[in-house]
């Protein structure tokens, strides 16, 4: 996000910036959109949950919450009636896609022998981000993205050969998942990525509990996706989990730490 807003300039921004998000990307535009004192306005899905919405308000910005569907068409058509400013595309803005290639450079500083990098599948941008940055530097690296069964567009694109529509079931993972791969990013996604891996949310609600209990770390339900990915054993070898996002409502959280799955 800050890359996006500071390649953009001055007048870009001058009338404030927006952008489309369940949570993540829209902490980091409002937070950006803060320090540099510029308006911000961020569209939620009307599923996001109200620890994100919270964050959202204490960071200065407002929000305008529509249904999944409505929402989503902007993710695929950068547009939304009546938005003023800049708009941040959350997944395929180049420069939000080069920000998110300073991970990768972070993993390859502390772990220069990583073997596999598992990266939570929303929209494509996280894990294209890393995995050009990470490939650039040690071709030899696995990615691959990680989705659930309830919400896994990419693992179907990957079986057709091209991007195609899935049933979405909503579940407490809200971070990741969509109805279709987006067109822009299928043809990055397919070259950068080595495949995709499936876990279920009640994987997912055990691996939130796991970071709780041994890393006393909060996951929200995407964040914890590569963990669970990881403890199904689909992948060996030296494994990075990127734990991309700690939105989680204390209700469901609470439900977890008690061994349900929301």
Known sequence: AANAIRKAGSAATAQGVWTASAGNMAQGVAWCARQFGVACTVVVPD???????????????????????????????????????????????????????????????????????????????????IAAAVRALKPDIKIYACETDTAAPLSAALVVGSPTRIVYTPSFIDGIGGPTVLPEMWEMARALLDGARVTTPSRAAEAVRLLVERNRVVAEGAGAAPLAVALDGAVAGKIVCIVSGGNIDIGKLARILLKETP
């Open 47 to 129: 599923h996001a949950p109200e620890t994100k919405l919270a964050a959202i308000r204490r960071l200065g910005a407002e929000f305008i919450k529509i249904p999944f569907a409505d929402w989503f068409d902007i993710i695929l058509t950068g547009r939304f009636d009546g938005m003023k400013g800049l708009f941040v595309h959350p997944v395929s803005d180049p420069a939000v896609i080069a920000g998110n290639g300073t991970i990768g450079l972070e993993i390859l500083e502390d772990l220069p022998d990583a073997d596999i990098v598992l990266i939570p599948y929303g929209g494509g941008g996280l894990s294209c981000g």
